[in-house]
T-cell receptor, first 112, second 113 residues
């Protein structure tokens, strides 16, 4: 079945550091891929998405590129801020289904 | 535009009591999802509806849990009787069509004493 694997957290960085959170997936066909962010005490919010191979999703300085050859959708940001501290979830949907398959989430803490 | 609205935001009750969580999806969205989030198990899909019909309830933990969607603008998740291990944050989400993002509510933090 479809699955999403994220790097284990937690991740702790200093402000202005470079961020990478790895995400790989297993799916047949061509899934849509998403990154969600969850700030403390809040629900998940869509951060960015990509719907086909080689698409790059971007938002708030975050980027992720849909790599079909490596079945990956790694999240990157060049310079993190304290306000980026949150839990990040990678997810996929596929096959005309409304369901999303989520990774386990990666907690990011950015220190000043 | 109003997002997904959940109520209550917090619920504290004693074990054995009935708990009802409520959700109003975004207008025009025809799929609705109930999730449970805990530290131990992460984010779990409990059940989802399409056009008010339950499509997949394989994530519902046991018969104590039930969900209904009487119309396109309202859904409930009920736990009866509640147990301490049901303590979690329960999220509702909705989406308009397949392969589109889901929009989440702010969740209900449930504590069963």
């Amino acid at each position: 079945g479809n699955s999403v694997t994220q790097m284990e957290g937690p991740v702790t960085l200093s402000e202005e550091a470079f961020l990478t959170i790895n995400c790989t997936y297993t799916a047949t066909g061509y899934p849509s891929l998403f990154w969600y962010v969850q700030y403390p005490g809040e629900g998940l919010q869509l951060l960015l998405k990509a719907t086909k191979a080689d698409d790059k999703g971007s938002n708030k300085g975050f980027e992720a590129t849909y790599r079909k050859e490596t079945t990956s959708f790694h999240l990157e940001k060049g310079s993190v801020q304290v306000s980026d501290s949150a839990v990040y979830f990678c997810a996929l949907s596929q096959g005309g289904s409304e369901k999303l398959v989520f990774g386990k989430g990666t907690k990011l803490t950015v220190n000043p | 535009d109003a997002g997904v609205i959940q109520s209550p935001r917090h619920e504290v009750t004693e074990m054995g009591q009935e708990v009802t969580l409520r959700c109003k999806p975004i207008s025009g969205h025809n799929s609705l999802f109930w999730y449970r989030q805990t530290m131990m198990r992460g984010l779990e899909l409990l059940i989802y509806f399409n056009n008010n019909v339950p499509i997949d309830d394989s994530g519902m933990p046991e018969d104590r849990f039930s969900a209904k969607m009487p119309n396109a603008s309202f859904s409930t998740l009920k736990i009866q009787p509640s147990e301490p291990r049901d303590s979690a944050v329960y999220f509702c989400a909705s989406t308009s069509t397949a392969n589109q993002p889901q929009h989440f509510g702010d969740g209900t933090r449930l504590s069963i004493l």
